[in-house]
Each structure stands twice: as C-alpha cells, then as structure tokens.
C-alpha cells in the first residue's frame, strides 16, 4: 500500500528551527511534483512549498526566505527546512506527492499531516 508519512513536527520557541520529512513508501515507480500544505485551525488548507521532480520550487509568501523544500528522488523522500518560526507558522504540516505506481497509474496522495506549534 503506498503512503507519505510526515515526521518532525513539534513544539519550538518562536524564532526556532524544525526539520520536516516526508517518506513515499510502498510500490513506487517514481515521484513527480511533491509539496507542503498547511491547515491552521479555523482556516483552509494553503500551499506552503512545493517542487518538481528537476528540483524546481515554489514557495508562499509568507515563507520566502525563512523555509526551504528539499527531496531526495532516489529515497522518495522531501524535506521543509523551516528557520525563524513565527507564531503564525502553528498548524497542521501536511505533505503531498503525485506517484507512479505502476505503467500508466498515476495518483495523488496525501500524508496524515503533522503538528507544528509555535509558542513561547
């Protein structure tokens, strides 16, 4: 059964650093486009980074500069760097990744998401 797992989440004093990783597991041929969302309480889910396979990224905003998206083809795996964390920053990290998991099967998943809190 394929899925993303998201590890590294947690409670970090403003102005902190934590590390993101997400793991594709199961019968994966490749990875294409994989990114970070985030879902704060009370509001919708936003796009937080996201990067082609050719390494190729996009971020918000409100991350430019303080968050870095990184992946590892070869492991199916994507890292966030995220630096100089804002109280602003706490909520639910989730990632999401279009595989390959077979000739022509193509989908997109979604990680259960992980918690990151931001408070002094």
């Known amino acids: 059964q394929v899925q993303l797992v998201e590890s590294g989440g947690g409670l970090v004093q403003p102005g902190g650093s934590l590390t993101l990783s997400c793991a594709a597991s199961?019968?994966?041929?490749?990875?294409?486009?994989m990114g970070w969302y985030r879902q704060a309480r009370g509001k919708q889910r936003e796009l937080v980074a996201n990067?082609?396979?050719?390494?190729?990224?996009n971020y918000a905003d409100s991350v430019k500069g303080r968050f870095t998206i990184s992946r590892d083809n070869a492991a199916n795996t994507m890292y966030l760097q995220m630096n100089s964390l804002k109280p602003e920053d706490t909520a639910v990290y989730y990632c999401?990744?279009?595989?390959?998991?077979?000739?022509?099967?193509?989908?997109?998943?979604w990680g259960q998401g992980t918690q990151v809190t931001v408070s002094s």
């Open positions: 999401n990744a279009d595989l390959r998991t077979g000739l022509l099967t193509f989908r997109n998943y």
């Open positions: 199961g019968s994966i041929v490749s990875t294409y486009a």
């Open positions: 990067s082609t396979r050719g390494g190729s990224t």
